[in-house]
């Protein structure tokens, strides 16, 4: 955590377009379309706060496997055995026998909100990732979007917790008004896939969102080598 109180994400270079990082607390939507690398990166950021600042994370996954996401993790040079006792990753099977442990007869959504607001009891974690709001509102059969929703991001923001919240919404879509993610969360930051020659494609990010943040709005090249994220300037088309 920086001095003003801002979580790194430790992409070489991105932090500098977000005034040193995110703004602690905020609920941001990580977006994009499949193949984009939204969990490595939100993993990222989990794993370099919780190895440099002493930070405990959740990460929530509900579609890849524990293990599955791990084994992934460390052929990226992020070491399980470095965070372990800091870094809890959580999947779906294991929520469910928690949630039959729990359950009082109430929503499924209901009981994993007390599930999790139970977990940051316990743990006190700074940071958690939901991998991914899709599959979240798909378990919890959401009739109401616009209400639900709302209530998701009141309960997250009681958390007293960062959250990334990954989506497979597209950039343009949120843009539209059509999400209401979009409009209730704190930041979105989007990746994409560009064509830039016939065989040639380049993954981007950037900010478009960040409350308390003069931020840079602009597209950047995204690149991961040597187990490290950096972000260039767009090569031209």
Same mark, same amino acid.
């Given at each position: 955590? *920086?001095?003003?109180? =801002?979580? =790194?994400?430790?992409?070489?270079? +991105?932090?500098?377009?977000?005034?040193?990082?995110?703004?602690?607390?905020?609920?941001?939507?990580?977006?994009?379309?499949?193949?984009?690398?939204?969990?490595?990166?939100?993993?990222?950021?989990?794993?370099?706060?919780? /190895?440099?600042?002493? &930070?405990?994370?959740?990460?929530?996954?509900?579609?890849?496997?524990?293990?599955?996401?791990?084994?992934?993790?460390?052929? &990226?040079?992020?070491?399980?055995?470095?965070?372990?006792?800091?870094? #809890?990753?959580?999947? /779906? *099977?294991?929520?469910?026998?928690?949630? =039959?442990?729990?359950?009082?007869?109430? *929503?499924?959504?209901?009981?994993?909100?007390?599930?999790?607001?139970?977990?940051?009891?316990?743990?006190?974690?700074?940071?958690?990732?939901?991998? !991914?709001?899709?599959?979240?509102?798909? &378990?919890?059969?959401?009739?109401?979007?616009?209400?639900?929703?709302?209530?998701? +991001?009141?309960?997250?923001?009681?958390?007293?917790?960062?959250? /990334?919240?990954? @989506?497979?919404?597209? $950039? $343009?879509?949120?843009?539209?008004?059509? +999400?209401?993610?979009?409009?209730? @969360?704190?930041?979105?930051?989007?990746?994409?896939?560009? !064509?830039? =020659?016939?065989?040639?494609?380049?993954?981007?990010?950037?900010?478009?969102?960040?409350?308390?943040?003069?931020?840079?709005?602009?597209? #950047? !090249?995204?690149?991961? !080598?040597?187990?490290? +994220?950096?972000?260039?300037?767009?090569?031209?088309?």
């Amino acid at each position: 955590m *920086s001095s003003d109180n =801002r979580l =790194r994400t430790y992409i070489d270079g +991105f932090d500098r377009t977000l005034e040193e990082g995110i703004p602690a607390n905020h609920i941001v939507l990580v977006a994009g379309a499949p193949g984009t690398m939204k969990s490595s990166i939100s993993y990222y950021l989990l794993y370099h706060n919780v /190895l440099e600042n002493g &930070m405990t994370a959740v990460y929530v996954t509900m579609e890849q496997s524990r293990e599955s996401l791990l084994r992934q993790m460390e052929k &990226m040079g992020m070491r399980t055995d470095q965070v372990i006792e800091r870094l #809890h990753v959580l999947d /779906l *099977s294991i929520i469910r026998k928690k949630l =039959r442990e729990v359950s009082t007869g109430g *929503s499924w959504m209901q009981v994993f909100k007390s599930y999790i607001s139970n977990l940051k009891t316990n743990l006190k974690f700074d940071i958690m990732v939901i991998d !991914s709001l899709d599959v979240l509102e798909t &378990m919890a059969d959401v009739v109401d979007r616009r209400t639900d929703l709302f209530y998701l +991001f009141e309960w997250m923001r009681e958390l007293d917790a960062t959250v /990334l919240l990954i @989506s497979e919404a597209s $950039e $343009e879509r949120l843009l539209e008004g059509k +999400f209401d993610e979009g409009y209730l @969360s704190d930041g979105i930051i989007t990746l994409k896939m560009q !064509s830039v =020659r016939d065989t040639e494609t380049q993954r981007r990010i950037r900010c478009v969102k960040m409350r308390e943040t003069n931020h840079d709005p602009s597209y #950047h !090249s995204l690149l991961f !080598s040597n187990g490290k +994220f950096q972000i260039t300037k767009v090569i031209s088309e």
